[in-house]
Nanobody
Framework: QVPLVESGGGLVQPGESLRLSCTAS??????????MGWFRQGSGKEREFVAL???????RYADSMKGRFAISRDNAKKTHYLQMNSLSPEDTAIYYC????????????????WGPGTQVTVSS
């Protein structure tokens, strides 16, 4: 059973917006108590941190994403989201969601649970 599943990726033009979703599988872990995050990996690049939202709702963003991306969560749906605005070709990557009870482990990419990823392509 895959603990997390992303959706919402696709092809968009520069300047457009996209919202990614990440849903936890039923019974995979206690969603409400976990911190949730997003990472991305472009072709030939290392995976990088994008954003996280703690169980209590506090958020953190990579500096390059601040002001353009917004992370949120809906505990009732066991889902968290990444709203991405003003997309550029540099945002093209596979986006992964992740979860961990430890914020620091999550932010450095050492999360306990991962999704398989969803492709986002920004191109005219």
């Amino acid at each position: 059973q895959v603990p997390l599943v992303e959706s919402g990726g696709g092809l968009v033009q520069p300047g457009e917006s996209l919202r990614l979703s990440c849903t936890a599988s039923a019974g995979a872990f206690y969603f409400d108590g976990f911190n949730m995050g997003w990472f991305r990996q472009g072709s030939g690049k290392e995976r990088e941190f994008v954003a996280l939202i703690q169980s209590g709702g506090s958020t953190r963003y990579a500096d390059s994403m601040k002001g353009r991306f917004a992370i949120s969560r809906d505990n009732a749906k066991k889902t968290h989201y990444l709203q991405m605005n003003s997309l550029s070709p540099e945002d093209t990557a596979i986006y992964y969601c992740a979860a961990d009870w430890d914020t620091f482990k999550l932010q450095r990419g050492d999360a306990q649970y991962w999704g398989p990823g969803t492709q986002v392509t920004v191109s005219s």
